[in-house]
C-alpha cells in the first residue's frame, strides 16, 4: 500500500480538502447542514485516510493517541463548563442567554462553543477507536 | 413525480442490498455493502430534506464504520461466515410474513408524508421554527435545537459517544503493551 503512487498523490491532495471542508462544516453549522458531530467524524476521516494510506506509525506521530485520549476528556468536560459557566452567570444549566449582555449573542456564542466541543470529542474518540482497532493488526 | 421515482430507485437498492448481505458468505463483500447500504438511506434522508441525518449517515455510517468493520476484519483469521445448519424454511417464514403484515398494517395510521397535521408538526416543532431565529439568532433550526433548545440531550449524547471510546479502550486499548512484554503468551494465544 505504501507504495502507490497514485493513491499516495490523490490522498495527498484530497486530505487538505477533506480538512478544509471540515472546518467549513464546524463553522458553517448555523447557517447549512452539518455541526460539530459531523465535522469531527469528517476530521477524523481525514486522519483515518491518511493512516491507511502512509502508515499507522506516521499518522500517530502526526496525532498522537496521548493527545487523543486528553482532547476526548476535554471535549466533554468544557461542554459540560459552559453550562457550568452560565450557572455562575445566573441563568439555568445549558442556558446560553446569559453568556454575553445580548441575549441573541450570548445565544450564538453559546452554540458555537457548544458544536465546536462536539467536533473535538467527536473527533478524538473516532480516531481513537480507529487506533485502538488498527493498532492491534500490528504484529 | 420525480421523488416517486428516486425513492422507489433507492428503496429498490436498499433492497436488493439487504437481500445481498443475507445471501453472502464472504464477510469483505458484507462490510462494502454495509457502506452502500448506509450511502443508499443517506441518499433517501436527503429526499425527504433531512440534509442533517443524511451528512451524518454518510460519514458515520458509510465511511467510520466501514473503516472500523474493515479493521475488525483485519484482526480475525476467518473472513467466510460459517454455513449455518439448514432449517427448513416455513416456520421463520410465516413469522416474518406475520410481523411484516402487521407492520404494514401499523403505516395505514402514519399520517402521510410532509402532513401538516401529523403529531410531530403540531408539537413543539412550530415553537421552536418561529422562535429560533429571534431567540437564537440561527438560520438552521437544527443546530440550535440541537445545540441550544435541547443543548441538555447534546451532552448526554457526547458523553454515549465518550464513554463507547472509553469502553473500546478498555476492552482491546492495552493488549499491545502485554503482548509485547510476554511474547511466548502472545504466541499461545495464536495457535
Not at chain 1, 506521530?61 to 463548563?81: H, K
Not at chain 2, 451528512?55 to 475488525?72: D, I, K, Y
Not at chain 2, 410481523?99 to 402532513?115: E, K, M, N, Q, R
Not at chain 2, 408539537?123 to 443543548?151: C, F, K, M, W
Request: proline share 4%; hydrophobic share 55%.
Amino acid at each position: 500500500m505504501t507504495h502507490n503512487l497514485i493513491l499516495r498523490i490523490i490522498s495527498k491532495i484530497l486530505i487538505p480538502l477533506i480538512i478544509l471542508f471540515a472546518l467549513y462544516v464546524q463553522f458553517h453549522g448555523d447557517f447549512g447542514p452539518g455541526g460539530g458531530f459531523q465535522a469531527g467524524v469528517i476530521l477524523s476521516a481525514a486522519i483515518i485516510l491518511y493512516a491507511m494510506i502512509f502508515g499507522l506509525e506516521t499518522a500517530e506521530r502526526v496525532v498522537p493517541p496521548s493527545l487523543l485520549r486528553v482532547l476526548a476528556s476535554v471535549g466533554v468536560l468544557l461542554y459540560a463548563g459552559v453550562g457550568v459557566v452560565s450557572i455562575m452567570m445566573g441563568g439555568n444549566y445549558l442556558d446560553y442567554s446569559v453568556l454575553s449582555a445580548d441575549p441573541v449573542a450570548g445565544q450564538h456564542l453559546g452554540v458555537l462553543l457548544v458544536e465546536l466541543r462536539v467536533g473535538i470529542a467527536v473527533f478524538s474518540v473516532m480516531l481513537l477507536i480507529f487506533f485502538t482497532f488498527a493498532g492491534r493488526a500490528r504484529p | 413525480m420525480i421523488d416517486v421515482i428516486i425513492n422507489v430507485t433507492l428503496l429498490a437498492f436498499l433492497a436488493v442490498t439487504a437481500v445481498a448481505i443475507a445471501r453472502m458468505r464472504d464477510l469483505f463483500a458484507i462490510t462494502m455493502l454495509f457502506g452502500m447500504f448506509s450511502f443508499l438511506s443517506a441518499g433517501l434522508f436527503i429526499v425527504m430534506d433531512a440534509v442533517d441525518v443524511a451528512f451524518t449517515e454518510a460519514a458515520v455510517g458509510a465511511g467510520v464504520s466501514t473503516t472500523l468493520m474493515l479493521a475488525t476484519l483485519a484482526l480475525t483469521k476467518d473472513h467466510d461466515e460459517k454455513t449455518p445448519v439448514v432449517h427448513r424454511p416455513w416456520y421463520p417464514l410465516v413469522i416474518v410474513i406475520l410481523t411484516g403484515s402487521a407492520l404494514v398494517y401499523g403505516t395505514w395510521d402514519i399520517p402521510a408524508f410532509g402532513s401538516g397535521a401529523a403529531p410531530a408538526h403540531t408539537h413543539v416543532a412550530p415553537e421552536y421554527l418561529s422562535r429560533s431565529i429571534p431567540d437564537t439568532g440561527i438560520q438552521n433550526v437544527v443546530t440550535s435545537v440541537l445545540a441550544s433548545y435541547r443543548g441538555f440531550d447534546t451532552l448526554g449524547e457526547v458523553t454515549v459517544v465518550f464513554t463507547a471510546g472509553i469502553a473500546v479502550l478498555i476492552l482491546i486499548g492495552g493488549r499491545r503493551r502485554s503482548g509485547r512484554q510476554n511474547p511466548e503468551e502472545g504466541e499461545s494465544h495464536d495457535a
